[in-house]
């Protein structure tokens, strides 16, 4: 039991310094564990439990960046939009806070969604894999002729979707992290810098961030449940084609402390989900998941009841610790120049891309960011650009 509990500290711990780190991805530290013995001294559950606590504070604690700094991972990259937003208008905190709220709503959503999920998913699970590609080609007709230039909107979007295969279909390592970070992150940085923004002072916030206001929160949980349960279970999907399904029903334009919510609680649902597909179909659709299913083979339900009680219990604590370092970060980021914080930042994801990419990926990097660059001149809605991860997941699963 020692072991357990220490193993779920130590994760917290690792997860918060991946988290605030521009550009780390959760799935490296997988493929670290995997790859080296450095947990060798444990027990399989012992590193489940390591696993799953790093993986939720990972996943509550890259919003910060996302939004202060404009450094996505592919789960928070779409915080990046009405977050710097919200930013350059001195309301960076309640950006953040509305995004972990919308962790804590997946929490909730978690817990009630199990009795249904473990009964039905194992049912409809293989009639799912025949429709997923109806449900995303919906979700991004609705993208697309949502938006006053249709014609460009299904420009960006294919140009993009034909990036994001291409890249998929090269040998780079951690493909997803010069893609994306190209697409919402240097782009948004490098459009900052022309326009010569400057990250304001940011307003002193009151917000009661352990306030969840009903109406919000009954709007992010309805469209969370509705969003994320199937991505969470199909191969090659995850929270970003969740976040774009749920996007229909949330304008980022609009409402974009909603989006935000919205970006928030998918993310953790989708990670906690992810846990429970490894007990109900043994499949892995995160690199934390397959880890665990490495590390644990056939999970129990005992297991698995430990695992879950470790991510709510990490997402509690994550949102605290996010929430207090954000407030904190909030009060000085408005007296950094911001034009040398943002050069030093792209400085900081180049070397990641080179670094875990690269040359190859560095390509990709420049050429994801000069088509960040074009949606933005062109006026069209950046979720556009989520073709980078939507049509090819919908080639995945064409049936013809």
């Not at 521009?22 to 997988?30: F, T």
């Not at 939720?56 to 910060?64: A, E, K, N, P």
């Not at 040998?171 to 994306?180: C, E, F, I, K, R």
């Not at 995160?286 to 129990?300: H, M, Q, R, Y």
Request: hydrophobic share 55%.
């Amino acid at each position: 039991m020692i072991e357990l509990f220490l193993a779920f500290f130590v994760g917290i711990i690792i997860g918060i310094i991946t988290g605030l780190i521009p550009g780390l991805h959760i799935n490296l530290v997988g493929s670290i564990i995997l790859s080296y013995p450095v947990l060798s001294f444990a027990d399989g559950l012992s590193i489940a439990v390591f696993v799953s606590s790093l993986s939720i504070t990972h996943t509550f604690l890259d919003l910060i960046p996302g939004v202060f700094l404009g450094t996505p991972n592919d789960d928070s990259g779409l915080s990046v939009l009405p977050g710097h937003r919200l930013l350059l208008v001195g309301r960076g905190f309640d950006a953040i806070v509305h995004a972990m709220r919308g962790g804590l709503i997946g929490l909730i959503a978690l817990v009630l969604l199990l009795p249904v999920i473990i009964l039905v998913m194992p049912k409809i699970y293989n009639y799912l894999l025949n429709v997923v590609w109806i449900i995303l080609i919906l979700a991004s007709l609705y993208l697309i002729l949502s938006q006053s230039s249709k014609v460009l909107a299904l420009f960006i979007f294919l140009l993009s979707g034909f990036l994001g295969a291409g890249t998929l279909g090269l040998s780079v390592n951690q493909s997803l992290l010069p893609l994306l970070s190209g697409l919402f992150g240097a782009s948004t940085i490098i459009g900052s810098l022309l326009d010569r923004s400057a990250i304001p002072k940011q307003i002193a916030s009151h917000i009661n961030a352990w306030k969840l206001g009903f109406k919000e929160s009954l709007s992010t949980f309805k469209t969370i449940i509705i969003s994320s349960p199937i991505p969470a279970f199909m191969p090659g999907m995850g929270s970003s084609q969740a976040v774009i399904i749920g996007s229909s029903m949330i304008d980022d334009h609009k409402n974009p402390k909603g989006f935000l919510s919205l970006i928030g609680g998918t993310n953790v649902l989708v990670m906690g989900l992810s846990f429970l597909a490894v007990f109900l179909i043994g499949k892995a659709r995160t690199g934390s998941a397959a880890v665990i299913l490495e590390v644990l083979k056939n999970i129990t339900a005992y297991q698995l009841t430990i695992v879950l009680i470790s991510v709510i219990i990490a997402g509690i604590i994550s949102f605290a610790i996010g929430i207090f370092i954000a407030k904190r970060l909030s009060k000085i980021i408005g007296s950094i120049n911001y034009s040398y914080l943002s050069i030093a930042i792209l400085l900081i994801i180049t070397a990641f891309v080179i670094i875990f990419s690269g040359f190859v990926g560095l390509l990709v990097f420049i050429t994801s960011a000069c088509l960040g660059l074009l949606c933005m001149s062109l006026d069209i809605r950046r979720t556009t650009l989520m073709g980078a991860l939507i049509l090819p997941t919908i080639w995945l699963y064409w049936p013809f």
